[in-house]
């Protein structure tokens, strides 16, 4: 029998026994046609290989990461994966969508142009992530926009719905009567939610709406609760520990989680790599390989429906991995639809794409230089000290906390220069209405100098961080003349910055372009303070709206979770 590729003398990875076999595997036609453990079989191959005694395992499957939090856009950044072994994602794309909307998704689509790596998306459901009430986007998904989404064959699910303690007590939100509408005409949709700290009732509420996967960073008896009521978990890596992993295997779980990236910086991703990050850190957490591969391959793509990869059998997609030393997950060969996209021995260089996205997301910073007595905040009253919330970071977590003390009032503004604390401030981007919040800061986070940044989970709007004012004016000034960033300040002397002219939020450079950027620009961070397991990732989703607990937007400072905005000078 004649065949397109025959791969010869291979430990397979059988994902039904969750055992490796010895044996050849044919494929045709970008499918797996047969796994011959006998080997007994002779056929007529156009290729061959010998795989020389190595594992043959299922592509890696990310079915909750952004494309955005690398900064690449879809095309450089597919091209890097296929070495970390991933063959499918399941991208979702708010972070584009809250600058450009539903053109910001159908531009993401578009710019895949020839990738191999199979794309799918989740369609945003909170853009904004809370409501206009609290921050300011530069676009808004409603229901009719959701809905004409899941028109594309593309989109196999909703994405994150942030705006947790809102959908459990007003069932008139666009996103609530988007889930019914789901459920009745795409049953096949996985929903997935995003609900740190919810427990008891309101989860069992959230669940109700049909809300059931989770990929969020969680105490220990979160995670218990959400597997305990059924809910499909989805670990990343800031997630694992071995008490968790002994939990799992104590209740013999793997059929109910999956491992996921979330989100994935440049460097790392240059350095380090992708979702074969993650799935290490879970086996030196405990779990054995075996289960590790499953969770990363057959449940991913059982979750999101994807019932034709994940599993080496046949008929099945030929999306597979060849690894010489299975402890260190150490690829050799990666191969989508049964051709090789990634040898170590020659690793394709990359060949930039021909896509440009519409003039328009070149232009998308609409803020005017500022001078610097915008950073003047004045104080009403005649006192010479005032108590000011602060919001606190803490190394470790993405979460902050909330802290009260006093600051001295100088000529009747807020005398934070001469405070221990820094100055935070969020300027509205999209043209929209010219918002600035304030906020202050301190803990884990830069001590000298200023940051400022249109990478600005998730509204992505302009925001700022320093301890003085020359420093904050000359960084913002720069970003605006980037159209879009980060940079970082020094006695008015640039440190780093990473330029991200595509919305704002995206470079069309390759990893290893932008990876040395990046990694220059948390060098320089820690130069200033920043103390932090992820320094750019904890600046940027300071200004996030659903991360507890104390956070900022151009409308000021949000108390997350009563969800409403608080004053910055306590009266």
Sequence with gaps: ????LLVKNVKVFNSYLKKFKDGNVAILNNKFLYIDNNKNIEFEASSTIDGKNQYMIPGFIDIHMHIESSMMTPAPFCHHLSKNGVTTIVAEPHEIANVFGKKGIEAMIAAENSINTSIFYGIPSSVPSTSPDLETTGAILDFEEMKNLTSNPKVICIGEIMNYRKVIVDNSLDICKFIEYVKKNKPQYAIEGHCPKLLDLDLAKFLYLGINGDHT???????????????????????????????????????????VTDDTMPDTFLHKGHLNVVIKKAIQAGINIENAIYCATFTPARRMNLHDRGVIAPGKKADFLLIDNLKNLHITQTFIDGKEVYNINSEAKYI????????????????????EDIFQIPVNNKENEVNCRIIKVIDGSTRTTEIIEKLNVKNGYLDWENSPYMLIAVFERHGKNGNIGFGLVTGDCIKNGAIATTYAHDHHNLMVIGKNIKDMTKTINRIIELQGGICCVENEEILAEVPLPVAGILSEKTVQELGKEVEILR?????LGYKHYNPIMSLCTLSLPVSPALKITDKGLIDVNQGKIVNLIID
């Design 352 to 371: 930039p794409t021909d896509y440009k996205f519409p003039e328009e997301f070149y232009q998308s910073v609409r803020v005017e230089k500022i001078n």
């Design 523 to 527: 060098e320089k961070m820690s130069q």
């Design 217 to 259: 960073e969680h105490t220990f008896e979160e995670f218990v609760q959400r597997f305990e009521n059924g809910m499909f978990m989805e670990l990343q890596a800031k997630s694992i520990s071995s008490e968790l992993i002994n939990y799992i295997k104590e209740n013999n779980l793997y059929e109910h989680f999956a491992f």
């Design 1 to 4: 029998m004649k065949v397109d």
